[in-house]
């Protein structure tokens, strides 16, 4: 699998990069999807580099997690964002200068990753891996959760 475009997250009000894509909620009537002839998007939306055919922007705002857009396949109606009470997991948010690149999935290493651990839509902890290169080979050794 082709490395894959990173989803974007509004943190502190500042756009970041996120090296994690959130399923999208089933059957949620304001995710609609489009029909080839409605996608208005760049070329690698729909690419190897993307194969979910979509690009999220997702906001934590006063602890809890939300969908504010997507471009793509899919696009969020009304306008409004959606509190992700559907998602639970952790957000994995690269930092720093990249180590390692791996041509899959979110799989590049990079000196910091920053962890939000999601609970239905609501943040429960944080926590920072310091990610450094061993002596051996490129393996990252980082601090267990």
């Not at 793509?72 to 964002?81: M, N």
């Not at 959606?82 to 952790?90: E, H, N, S, V």
Request: hydrophobic share 40%; proline share 4%.
């Amino acid at each position: 699998m082709t490395a894959q475009i990173h989803e974007c997250l509004i943190l502190n009000g500042e756009e970041i990069s996120m090296a994690f894509c959130p399923l999208l909620p089933e059957a949620d009537p304001r995710i609609v999807e489009l029909t080839d002839d409605e996608i208005d998007c760049e070329n690698i939306i729909l690419s190897t580099a993307c194969w979910r055919q979509y690009v999220g922007t997702w906001e934590i705002k006063d602890d809890k997690f939300f969908l504010v857009n997507l471009i793509g396949r899919f696009k969020l109606a009304d306008g409004d964002p959606l509190f992700a009470d559907w998602f639970t997991g952790t957000l994995k948010i690269p930092d720093g200068k990249m180590l390692e690149y791996v041509h899959m999935g979110y799989e590049s290493v990079y000196e910091r990753e920053v962890q939000i651990r999601i609970e239905k839509g609501i943040v429960m902890n944080s926590k920072t891996i310091h990610n450094q290169m061993d002596d051996a080979n490129k393996l990252p050794s980082g601090e267990e959760w």
